[in-house]
C-alpha cells in the first residue's frame, strides 16, 4: 500500500458507499431518478468541464442529498503536471461546483487515481482529502451491464468504495439491480463522507485494500 494510504475502518453495519466519476453526462437525471426511488444516496466526483456545461443537474444532485466532489476540470492525469496546473485544474472546478450549488467541495478523487506524494501534498494545502476506491466495476472498460453488476456484488463487503461512471448508459442500467441486492442482503448505502466522517483529514489518502 502506499505509505501515505490510510484503510478506512470495516464498520460493524454493512454499510457501502456508491460513487460515480466523470458526470454530468446525458444518463445523470435518469440515476438520480433510480437512486431516489429507492431513497439511496451517493457520491457524485465531478468532471469539471461537464459541471459547467450542466450546472442544473449538478444542482439537482445536490438537491437530492449527494455528496459532491472534484475530478478536475479536463482529466488529465495530475501526476504529469505542474503545482499550478494541478491548481488550475482543482481551482476551476470547485469554483463551478460552487457557482451550481454554492457547496465548497472538500472531497477529491484523481483521474485515473493516478496519485502521488507531491498531488497528496497539494491536495492537502487545499484542505482536500483524496478518495479511491475498493472495488472497481470496470463499466469504464467493458460497457456492460451485466458485467457491471457481476464486478460490483463480487467486491462489494461492508465498508466498500465503490467506482462507477454516470455518464455511461450501461452503468445506469446496472445500478437498479445492484442497489437491490444489496438491499435485500441488508445494506445501507451511505455517502463517502458519512462512511469515512471524522477519518476525513486534509492531505489523506483513503482507501481499503
Known sequence: MHEDATDTQVPDEPVVALTFDDGPGPHTRRLLDELAARSVRATFFLWGEHVAADPATVRATHEAGHALGNHSWTHPDLTTL???????????????????????????????????????????????????????TRDWDH????????????????????????????????????????????????????????ALTPGGRYERR
Do not use: C, K
Request: hydrophobic residues 50%; negative net charge.
Open 143 to 198: 460497457g456492460d451491464a451485466t458485467a457491471t453488476a457481476a464486478h460490483a456484488l463480487a467486491g462489494i463487503t461492508p465498508g466498500s468504495i465503490v467506482l462507477m461512471h454516470d455518464p455511461l448508459v450501461s452503468t445506469v442500467d446496472a445500478v437498479p439491480g445492484i442497489v437491490d441486492v444489496l438491499l435485500a442482503q441488508g445494506y445501507t448505502f451511505v455517502t463517502v463522507p458519512e462512511l469515512l466522517g471524522d
Open 82 to 136: 505542474s503545482a499550478d496546473e494541478v491548481g488550475e485544474q482543482l481551482d476551476r472546478t470547485a469554483a463551478a461546483i460552487h457557482a451550481a450549488t454554492g457547496v465548497t467541495t472538500h472531497l477529491f478523487r484523481p483521474p485515473f487515481g493516478a496519485i502521488d506524494d507531491q498531488l497528496l501534498r497539494l491536495v492537502g494545502a487545499r484542505g482536500d482529502a483524496a478518495i479511491l476506491w475498493d472495488v472497481d
